[in-house]
């Protein structure tokens, strides 16, 4: 199959300093517009907000967080698309950036962030693979699977229904977990707090295992099967908490996720 | 038709690139044989369910064996990085579509065969028979697997992994591409993965020099953390220089940092 490749490119060469503050947008169509694509972002600094919506092509604004220096560099907003996969590009680096990226709905999505952002997909379906160094990931309204890792953030996820047979991971080391599975999701959740609590919603079936502790002293995993089983949903913090919902319990879990602070609590 | 022929249909037909001519045509062939390809369908989900089976906890007397093996790996020597390379990249090499396609197509052979001898010749042996003929399917699900890893989806990767436990014999080409996963692999989580099952198959001496060897190339400070947990749990005296190193990087993670010098005290 012979690919088209568009290269989009909005270099803004602005040389007042008001222009400069400003945000700037791209929009970036896709070769097959009815079919779904991949969006990758490795952003350097600030936040990731995506959010599905009912169009076809992908629209991009970059916003500067701060009011910058006397003579800022204008941001450089840049994507390249081939068959549907689509590579963003964000500078300079050095500068907080939050980005704002409507994606059609059917979408998968890779994103990377080092740092000085929360990271938040919404209203989408596909293959979401987040990792954050130093902030949350939130996961709104969201179908298909996903693999989740922050270091220092909290990871909220809310499923409103899995891709059936495909594993899914959630790691931090340091912020809690807080996962909502569907209520007729197959699965075997996994979890372990080695400093942390958890809460299960789905822990009173009687099939809840438990692996035994290893040599050091540490948590366990503990295993509950969901609905009969299916594969492995696997929920790891190392110092916060682990929280599994099931959906029914929050009619608006969309708005309802919210973690509380447990820690401060005991 | 005859027997390549038929092996060649049945590929494209598990490819999924199978034109509508093709499919007709492997249709007719499956209706000759008395056969549906709604049953053959079935059998690959049936292939594909094997993913669910529960992965059982390491044993108390596992662990045990462990220890044992573990105090005989602690006289010997560093890890051999240039064996494994040369295996990796004999592995790379054999992990290509074609090999992917044929194992594939052997499974469905070996599926169709299964259900050949289940339905025309029922016996008094045949508790016995599935168990040989499960055993097999297991075999060749780790086969599968092994050339299944270069694949790009992170998620395929964890299900492959997954797979791989699952099958029950992991060996030492197995190792050797979890060992690259655990080191190489661009999602964390998948290294993760990578990493407990390979704790899982501690008693080889190439686990345990492969994970000390890996400790000093992680950036990520959620592998570090798990890695140092691992080795801590395996009281792995030779991962001490390895950790000394980690703890004179100014960048390192402070709670990483507290983990490794709390347990380096217990090492020591």
Redesign the interface.
Known sequence: MKAAIAIISAVMTLSLLAQSERAEQITVPLSRPDEPGVLIVHHHKGSLNITGYDGTSLVVKASPRYASEETPQPIDLGAVEKDNHIVLSVSPRHRTIDLDILVPRHFSVRLKNDDSGTIRVQHLSG?I?V?NLNGDIHLIDVAG?A???T?DGNIIAQFTSLTP?????F????GNLDITFPTDA?A?VKTRA?HGRIRNDFASAPEA?T??A???G?AP?T?T?ING????M?L?S??GHVRVRRAENDENAATAVTIPDERSST | MNDSDVKEILLEYIGGDLSSDREKELQTLLTEHGYTLEELDELREAYARLDDVPVPAPSAAMTENFYRMLEEHKRQATARQRRLDSLLAWLRNRCDRRLIARVAGALVLLGAGWSLGFWSAPDAHYDRRLDDVTAEIREMKGMMAYAMLGQSSPTQRIRTINQIRTCGSVDEGMVAILLNMLGDDPNVNVRLVALETLAMQADRATVRQGLVHSLGRQESPLVQMALTDVLLSLDERASISQFRGLLERPDLNDAVRARIASGLERLM
């Open positions: 293959e693979e990792s699977s693999l989740l890792d270091v047979g495909i594993p899914m991971a790691t931090s080391l340091e197959r075997l080695d295992e692996s035994p290893n040599g050091a540490l995993w295993y099967r089983g299916g594969p492995e696997r790891r190392f110092y």
